[in-house]
């Protein structure tokens, strides 16, 4: 009897002891997992961050993003230092204004059954002139073929600065404002019908690019950069596209804007952005007020 309740003993501690083991194993396999979480985690942040630089994250360590930085960057050929410019430095007053002449099949379509009157509203760069305020233009190609002359006057303004928008501003990547999806393929002919574009019918050499919307891939940026553009968004949204509330155009941009922005636009005029040029000169009027300096994109990015 008592060698029976021994064994008995014996064998239940050998089953507690395999218990452990079991144990030990599987705390093995989730702290495994839980690093293996940690690192895929890690990594892909590092990755999506790749795409945002500001131009005081590259001025890091003495570097300044300019032409000469630029060429560095592309000579390395790491894909993940491509960067998106989002501002300028925020140590200066310097700011920049940039408007983009959107124009789809569709808006040409609409101009040709004179469904709407056009996609350039004259008043805008007609403020620009009377303030001398400099500012960008972002063309896309359909807007430069329906207006080539107006494209070289503006060519030859100097307060201006004229800059590739795609060709026919569809969404490069994903849902992007309704916009139609960019053929299979189409990021390379979208972006290179419009520089030469801007060569051809302007005389311009165009250094700065911008996704319509705003939406694009890394693999999107790789490409604009291979063609030797240079990828600029914005930090501050005037939020005119389609919106008839001019008091809000100019919240938007007077309260948000800082040092070193870079403020989107339209110069479509009505119907894609009707209330644009009635808020303009108020908008210039407050930040020079404030102590804004306007200048073109190259001049703010230093190239
Ligand atoms: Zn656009």
């Known amino acids: 009897m008592k060698k029976k309740k021994k064994t008995i003993h014996r064998k239940l501690l050998v089953s ?37 630089f500001t131009f005081d994250e590259y001025s890091r360590g003495g570097g300044i993003f300019n032409r000469r930085l630029w060429k560095i960057l592309k000579k390395t050929g790491d894909s993940n230092l491509v960067p998106v410019v989002f501002s300028g430095s925020r140590k200066t007053k310097k700011i920049a204004l ?15 059954s004179r469904v709407s009157k056009g996609a350039y509203d004259r008043r805008i760069t007609y403020i620009l002139q009377k303030t001398n305020t400099q500012a960008t233009l972002f063309l896309t190609g359909l807007w430069i073929e329906n207006y080539p002359e107006d494209a070289k006057i503006l060519a030859k303004n100097p307060l201006f ?12 990547y994903g849902y992007c404002y309704g916009l139609s999806q960019i053929a299979k393929d189409g990021a390379r002919k979208e972006i290179r019908l419009t520089q030469k574009l801007l060569k051809s019918v302007a005389g311009v050499e165009g250094i700065f690019f911008r996704f319509p919307g705003g939406c694009y891939s890394q693999k999107d940026v790789n490409v604009a950069e291979s063609e030797g553009l240079v990828v600029v968004a914005w930090d501050v949204v005037g939020g005119d596209g389609f919106n008839y509330n001019a008091e809000s155009i100019k919240r938007n941009v007077i309260d948000k804007t800082t040092n070193g922005s870079i403020i989107v636009l339209h110069m479509n005029g009505a119907p894609n952005a009707p209330r644009t040029a009635d808020t303009l000169f108020e908008i210039i009027e407050q930040l020079k007020n404030k102590g804004f300096e306007f200048v073109k994109l190259s001049e703010l990015l230093e190239f």
């Open 16 to 52: 507690k002891k395999e218990t452990f083991r079991h144990v030990y194993f599987l705390l093995a396999i989730v702290i495994f997992g839980f690093l293996v979480v940690q690192f895929i985690n890690k990594y892909s942040a590092q990755k999506n961050n790749s795409t945002i």
């Open 98 to 112: 940039t408007f983009d002449a959107d124009m789809t099949y569709s808006m040409r379509q609409n101009i040709i």
């Open 161 to 172: 600065e004229l800059a590739n928008h795609s060709y026919s501003h569809p969404a490069f």
